[in-house]
């Protein structure tokens, strides 16, 4: 049993006098956090099913017969696409990988907020709420797998609440088209990022331990 | 010169003898078979609500001569009825396949020409050699967040229909179901069976896009299914079968996260193991092997005196030492 030996060694070399101190603390890192991070888009893509579809009929029909397949407009192309050309995806190395899915969720949070301070019913407005907590809850756990790995967050928009530039729809129609892409495209990334972090799962070891050397009086 | 000809089933058919004049004199043959003249309207042949027996192969030769002036093949049949649609991916990410028929025949050949769209590009659906009525398509995007439409026109001579189909990426995922199903009894348990199966072979990666299982079983006398989802793995140890029961087991299979189950596999039976009946080692049965065995053994004088627990001597004592160990041989046999 490898654990076993690890914490006999651990606090075999704790012991050593002459080395500096080791705190031996076995830190569960990257390994767990990636199946976190996959357990977490299981759940928002279970949430957005219900939510997806209490927002499609409050936008009425078209929107929300189930054979709607409307052309992609150019003004859809600002939602951050999941869409990707299979060998790149398949070579994609693992900061890549996490990164697209760092910085699509960072920006689909920012449209969905906008979308909360505009629909009507006080039960969207609830639904949508929990919903960006818990799409908010996603995009630091993959932050956090980038840092426990060592990559460098993307610079992004994280903050503001509404994306610089963002040109408003000239009317109605197209206001309720954008918020359907919107919807498609979070969830064509919720199924996306499963495949990403099933991926992710097998490349990093299921626990990473990580050794912190406290130097005490050298 | 001879052609085919292609008629509805219940319509009315009129065979002109080729550039023959409607009064000249004309004998019609209907694959060999004179027709009797009654059918013939001067030199036409008239057929009325012309049904599948009728085809065949019509010849007309000119009255006196016997030469035959013109032949056609008759093939009676239906324009096609709507045709039945089925797309699905078995093997997700390459690819899709869909497969059709029609659900009623039309008697005479069709042609099917199937058409794939994808946001505004034309894809190609190859045609698969065996089966038939069967393409495929590799997927050169991934996680498409645009349908795909796929329209199947079936022609005939007789008329032309249509189907169409929009659906996902993600929704007509369904693997093939698991391969190499076995049950197998565990020694010395009587209430357990090891299932294992494998992955189908026609899903690509099951590395990237796992599979998970669905176990089904129930000894044969009962109607109600027992059930087990398991998330990995290709093997599992069911503990509660009942012993000595012999079980019926099929697994399926799903990609974990997207699509739908496989069907069920090929069924697998087995029985929990069972232990050896005890009641051949008792003592009644030993005392019987042992005067089978006396009996025809014709053991010496001496043997039937250890039998009957007297001991005479230290010779003696060798003696039912031996003998006792030939009970112990026959009584090992016996089991």
Known sequence: ?218 | ESHIQYERVGADVTMKCGSMDWDAAVTWTANGTDINESRLNGSYLILKNVDLSQSGQYSCYEGSSWHLKYQTYLRVGTPPTEPVLMCRSNNYPKGFYCSWHLPTPTYIPNSFNISVIHGTKDMVCEKDAIPKNRCHIRYLQLFSTVKYKVTLTVTNALGKNFTTLTFDEFAIVKPDPPESVMAKPVPNNPRRLEVSWQNPSSWPDPESFPLKFFLRYRPLILDQWQHVELSDGTSHTITDAYAGKEYIIQVAAKDNDIGTWSDWSVAVHATPWTEEPKHLTTEAQITETTSASTSSFMAPPTTKICDKGAVVGSGAMAVCWTAGLVMAAYSVLFI
Not at chain 1, 9 to 37: K, R, V
Not at chain 1, 167 to 178: E, R, S, T
């Open chain 1, 1 to 218: 049993d490898s654990w076993g030996i690890f914490t006999f060694l651990c606090a075999a070399l704790c012991n050593l006098p002459a080395l500096p101190a080791l705190n031996c603390s076995e830190e569960l890192g990257a390994g767990q956090s990636i199946q976190q991070t996959y357990d977490l888009t299981r759940y928002l893509e279970h949430q957005l099913r219900t939510l997806a579809g209490t927002y499609l009929n409050y936008l009425g029909p078209p929107f929300n017969e189930p054979d709607f397949n409307p052309p992609r407009l150019a003004r859809a192309e600002r939602v951050p696409s999941a869409t990707v050309d299979l060998d790149l995806w398949r070579g994609l190395t693992d900061n890549a990988r996490l990164a697209a899915n760092y910085r699509a969720y960072s920006r689909l949070l920012c449209y969905l907020r906008v979308l909360d301070g505009q629909v009507g019913t006080a039960e969207l407005r609830h639904r949508l709420a929990h919903f960006c907590a818990s799409l908010q809850g996603l995009v630091l756990s993959i932050g956090g797998v980038m840092s426990s790995l060592g990559y460098p967050l993307p610079a992004g928009p994280a903050g503001p609440p509404a994306p610089p530039g963002a040109p408003a729809a000239p009317n109605d129609f197209l206001k309720k088209m954008d918020d359907f892409w919107l919807l498609k495209e979070l969830q064509t990334w919720l199924w996306r990022s499963a495949k990403d972090f099933n991926r992710l799962k097998k490349k990093v070891p299921p626990a990473v331990v990580t050794l912190r050397l406290e130097a005490r009086g050298f």
